[in-house]
C-alpha cells in the first residue's frame, strides 16, 4: 500500500524559512504530478505549488517567489522549501500525488495524501 509521509512542519517567526518533506513509500513504479496544499482553520484547501513529471511547476499566487516545490526521482520525495513566511502562511500542509503503483501485472494509479504537517507563523 503506498503511504505518504510528511516532515519539516513548525513554529517560526515572520521573515522565517522552513522545508517541508512528502516521503512516498510503496510499490512504486512513478509518481505522475506532486503538489502541496494548505488548510487554514474556516478555510478551504488550497493549492500551493504543484509539480507534473515533465518539471512544469504551479505555484499560488500568494506564494510565488516564496515557495519552491522540488523533488528527487530515486528517494520518491518531494519538498516544498518556504522562504520569507508571513503570518497568512499558517495553516496544516498537505502533501498529495498521483502515483502509478503495483506489480507487473496489476498495475493501479491513485491520488494519495500525506497526513498534514502543521506550519504556524507568529505575528
Known amino acids: 500500500q503506498v503511504q505518504l509521509v510528511e516532515s519539516g512542519g513548525g513554529l517560526v517567526q515572520p521573515g522565517g524559512s522552513l522545508r517541508l518533506s512528502c516521503a512516498a513509500s510503496?510499490?512504486?513504479?512513478?509518481?505522475?504530478?506532486m503538489a502541496w496544499y494548505r488548510q487554514a482553520p474556516g478555510k478551504q484547501r488550497e493549492l500551493v505549488a504543484g509539480l507534473t513529471s515533465g518539471d512544469t511547476t504551479n505555484y499560488a499566487d500568494s506564494v510565488k517567489g516564496r515557495f519552491t516545490i522540488s523533488r528527487d526521482n530515486a528517494k520518491n520525495t518531494w519538498y516544498l522549501q518556504m522562504n520569507s513566511l508571513k503570518p497568512e502562511d499558517t495553516a496544516v500542509y498537505y502533501c498529495?500525488?498521483?502515483?502509478?503503483?503495483?506489480?507487473?501485472?496489476?498495475?493501479?494509479?491513485?491520488?494519495?495524501w500525506g497526513q498534514g504537517t502543521q506550519v504556524t507563523v507568529s505575528s
Open positions: 498529495n500525488a498521483y502515483i502509478t503503483s503495483g506489480s507487473t501485472y496489476r498495475v493501479t494509479r491513485s491520488d494519495y
Open positions: 510503496g510499490n512504486i513504479f512513478s509518481i505522475n504530478a
